[in-house]
């Protein structure tokens, strides 16, 4: 099975902190991805990255920032956490085998406050 | 810009009842439709991924179909009972790098 690990499940900040939020998955995977989920706002894509060192921003990129030095490990960077970034952190990762895209596999989320 | 929408946004039926979620979409000209569930509290466990060129996908009490013309996907669970309660989330996969655009959901809630 898929394996999605994020470092923490929950995590309190301060405004004005560097924040940093790990993923690691274990399947090879090229794609990988960062959510984040606001009730009534529903999924919003950040960045994502289909190769190391690659990335693209998604939606909301602002205030974020992403780094993938090696395949299994894609970190998502808040330079000066705010208050508006408090939310549910999802990250997911998937492959593309010939040519189709297979199923995204997510982690279990990291649900930020920034006080 | 691709938008997806999933209505009703909440259902509430009794266990046994066989049942269908709607997911619409704006542009047809999609790479993928997948369905997720989540817990709350809990990440997206993927249920079903229909490619473009495909029309239904089944797994167990799970049937999920795709018609790109009218820009609609409907889930089927049949036989409905209280562990199916939770949040099914459609989305619509764009281009070959996995991206995808993310319905609202619909919380499912089935009584015993």
């Known amino acids: 099975d898929v394996k999605v690990t994020q470092s923490s499940r929950y995590l309190v900040k301060r405004t004005g902190e560097k924040v940093f939020l790990e993923c690691v998955q274990d399947?090879?995977?090229?794609?990988m991805f960062w959510y984040r989920q606001d009730p009534g706002l529903g999924l919003r894509l950040i960045y994502f990255?289909?190769?190391?060192?690659?990335?693209e921003k998604g939606d909301i990129p602002e205030g974020y920032s992403v780094s993938r030095e090696k395949k299994e490990r894609f970190s998502l960077i808040l330079e000066s956490a705010s208050t508006n970034q408090t939310s549910m952190y999802l990250c997911?990762?998937?492959?593309?085998?010939?040519?189709?895209?297979?199923?995204?596999?997510f982690g279990d989320g990291t649900r930020l406050s920034i006080l | 810009k691709q938008e997806v929408t999933q209505i009703p946004a909440a259902l509430s039926v009794p266990e046994g009842e066989n049942l269908v979620l709607n997911c619409s979409f704006t542009d047809s000209a999609i790479y993928n439709l997948q369905w997720f569930r989540q817990d709350p509290g809990k990440g997206l466990t993927s249920l079903l991924l229909i490619q473009s060129s495909q029309r239904e996908q089944t797994s167990g009490r799970l049937n999920a179909s795709l018609d790109k013309s009218s820009g609609r996907s409907t889930l089927y669970i049949a036989a409905s009972q209280p562990g199916d309660s939770a949040t099914y989330l459609c989305?619509?996969?764009?281009?070959?790098?996995?991206?995808?655009?993310f319905g609202q959901g619909t919380t499912l809630q089935v009584k015993p």
């Open positions: 989305a619509a996969g764009s281009g070959n790098t996995g991206k995808l655009i």
């Open positions: 399947m090879d995977h090229e794609n």
């Open positions: 990255s289909y190769d190391v060192k690659m990335k």
């Open positions: 997911a990762s998937s492959s593309t085998r010939a040519g189709s895209n297979q199923p995204q596999h």
